[in-house]
């Protein structure tokens, strides 16, 4: 390994003896090779250890447990409390939600799918876990196929019904408020950074020094994009594991706020000799080891520490929820609001475009006002 660079991390199931759990980490591992992020392989790791568990501990085969009993394993999901987070145990017990509860089925439902491809699982469990379901109301520009036939798509038997999952979002209060806390220049700007143009954590966190052109005019680094402006690369290798979701490049436009905080955390960051040895534009200033490219790890502590210090829920991809709805809510198209966030399909801007109860009742009003 390089002096400075980042192993890799790769998630596996154990058991209660430390040992290894090879078809649960093959999957994982199969989950690695589609290019999904440490934190979806993070979380898909631990779904597979709460059923391998279940299973475990009513002494089931969890390749072939029965129908009865994962309809057994669904209630149990959202009908045993959760166990406390900290030493004292809570005023009242904590269940999982519907929907916490469907993602792990649906992990479930795909684990047992592909162990019936590797001969771990009989055919006739993945076969249980689906029903065929003919499609009345199509969306529009929808192709059936000949005589209909993508009417009929399969769904899973085991879930739970959920409601459209709402949009985590900072007020702008909220986001000033975890600037001024910040302790440093390096998370005021990684803040506003990604405050600005929607990025993801890892699209951020993968950022070479290059990618961020702050000129007017930026012909002298060969680049003939106008104005201020940041590049969002498509997936390459990065020494800290950072991950850009989308496979294609694009550029978003910063505004002369982001300019002004980078020159700060620029001179913040000058007075680390180590880190100027790396290209990475977020790296580790104030503990040991100097100049490494910051990890998902480090930036989960960051927004952690802020939102103890603001009492709010921080999360870093509220950032880029918060963006995306600022954008549709000033009414950006549609089409503009995707390109910026590097969205492949105009389906996913449809959380964005929920309708907020104020702006149902400025409408009902404004037209009321119209009519008088």
């Not at 479930?108 to 029903?131: C, H, I, K, Y």
């Not at 490049?249 to 955390?265: C, F, L």
């Not at 040895?277 to 960051?302: C, H, I, T, W």
Request: hydrophobic share 40%.
């Amino acid at each position: 390994m390089l002096p400075g660079a980042v192993p890799e991390v790769a998630w596996v199931v154990v058991d209660e003896l430390y040992r290894l759990q090879e078809e649960a980490s093959t999957y994982l591992e199969a989950l690695r090779g589609q290019s999904r992020s440490v934190n979806t392989e993070r979380t898909y790791a631990s779904r597979l250890a709460l059923y391998l568990t279940w299973c475990d501990e009513r002494g089931l085969d969890w390749t072939d447990p029965g129908f009865e009993n994962l309809l057994r394993f669904r209630d149990w999901l959202v009908s045993t409390p959760l166990p406390p987070r900290g030493a004292k145990p809570p005023v009242r017990p904590r269940f999982r939600k519907d929907s916490s509860a469907d993602a792990v089925l649906v992990t479930m439902t795909e684990f047992l799918r592909f162990g019936v491809g590797r001969n771990w699982v009989p055919a006739r469990v993945a076969d249980s876990l689906s029903q065929p379901r003919h499609l009345r109301f199509l969306p529009a520009d929808f192709e059936t196929g000949e005589g209909g036939r993508f009417r009929q798509v399969q769904t899973r038997t085991l879930r739970f019904k959920t409601t459209e999952p709402g949009i985590e979002c900072f007020t702008p209060e909220q986001v000033q408020l975890m600037i001024r806390l910040a302790r440093n220049a390096r998370d005021r700007f990684m803040v506003v950074l990604m405050r600005a143009t929607g990025m993801r954590i890892g699209e951020t966190l993968g950022m070479r020094r290059e990618d961020i052109h702050l000129l007017a005019d930026s012909r002298v680094l060969g680049c003939h994009v106008r104005g201020p402006h940041v590049h969002v690369h498509r997936r390459r290798d990065n020494v800290n594991g950072a991950l850009a979701k989308s496979h294609r490049s694009r550029v978003i436009p910063v505004t002369d706020e982001v300019a002004d905080h980078y020159r700060e955390y620029q001179w913040e960051r000058d007075g680390v000799r180590e880190a100027a040895e790396s290209d990475m534009v977020f790296v580790n200033l104030y503990r040991a080891p100097l100049g490494r490219p910051m990890s998902y790890p480090n930036a989960k502590q960051v927004f952690d520490r802020l939102g103890k210090w603001a009492e709010i829920t921080a999360r870093p991809h509220m950032l880029r929820h918060t963006a995306a709805t600022e954008w549709v809510a000033e009414g950006v198209p549609a089409d503009v609001v995707q390109a910026l966030l590097g969205q492949v399909s105009p389906s996913s801007l449809k959380p964005y475009l929920h309708t907020s109860d104020k702006r149902k009742r400025e409408a009902v009003e404004r037209v009321a006002a119209g009519a008088r």
